[in-house]
Antibody, heavy 124, light 107 residues
Framework: QVQLVQSGAEVKKPGASVKVSCKASEYTFTGYYLHWVRQAPGQGLEWMGWINPNGGGTNYAQKFQGRVTMTRDTSINTAYMELSRLKSDDTAVYYC?????????????????WGQGTTVTVSS | SYELTQPPSVSVSPGQTARIPCSGDAFPKQYGYWYQQKPGQAPVLVIYKDSERLSGIPERFSGSSSGTTVTLTVSGVQAEDEADYYCQSADSSGTVVFGGGTKLTVL
């Protein structure tokens, strides 16, 4: 069935980088935007940015600009989110989610499929 | 940037109607979306484009929009509806924002 499968849990030291993958299956990978959303322990959802797999265009939340990089490999239907210069408050569950869209004007239809989440722990 | 404001909590008895508002300057120009999240699980899209219900979502979930507020309504609340609910919107450049979340408690 349609699903997004993320890579496993990571433990990193402050100042390091982490790269999380998100593999899509059973749908046209380039037909949907992919968002990255994180959730710190006991906190709400926080949008980090999106990538358009069709062309690779990105839009990052201002908070993460300069620290996050979103890429994709269409040959294996996989998207990646790399976060650098990690701090303890980057400890969170990181989700990818797909979003149908219309291009002109850009209109989303809601994040209808989510990955299972990847726990990233930043600790010295 | 813009913000979406939700009440931190809403409590109702089983069978009653729960209404969760979400206000922000993004509305009504932009659409509102609603997600349900249960502990330890990924969010689930419930309502998209203000009032469209995703296939498979029970009919007791509905969405509406009025002025700068979108509202999620759960009619005939059941114990299984106890969860956190998040509203979401996006501006014309595709920058996305989530509300702070509302914990729905079924008494």
């Amino acid at each position: 069935q349609v699903q997004l499968v993320q890579s496993g849990a990571e433990v990193k030291k402050p100042g390091a980088s982490v790269k999380v993958s998100c593999k899509a299956s059973e749908y046209t990978f380039t037909g949907y935007y992919l968002h990255w959303v994180r959730q710190a322990p006991g906190q709400g959802l926080e949008w980090m940015g999106w990538i358009n797999p069709n062309g690779g265009g990105t839009n990052y939340a201002q908070k993460f600009q300069g620290r996050v990089t979103m890429t994709r490999d269409t040959s294996i239907n996989t998207a990646y989110m790399e976060l650098s210069r990690l701090k303890s408050d980057d400890t969170a569950v990181y989700y990818c989610s797909r979003d149908p869209y219309s291009a002109f004007p850009l209109t989303f239809y809601g994040m209808d499929v989510w990955g299972q989440g990847t726990t990233v722990t930043v600790s010295s | 940037s813009y913000e979406l404001t939700q009440p931190p909590s809403v409590s109702v008895s089983p069978g009653q109607t729960a209404r969760i508002p979400c206000s922000g300057d993004a509305f009504p120009k932009q659409y509102g979306y609603w997600y349900q999240q249960k502990p330890g699980q990924a969010p689930v899209l419930v309502i998209y484009k203000d009032s469209e219900r995703l296939s498979g979502i029970p009919e007791r979930f509905s969405g509406s929009s009025s002025g700068t507020t979108v509202t999620l309504t759960v009619s005939g609340v059941q114990a299984e509806d106890e969860a956190d609910y998040y509203c979401q919107s996006a501006d014309s450049s595709g920058t996305v924002v989530f509300g702070g979340g509302t914990k729905l408690t079924v008494l």
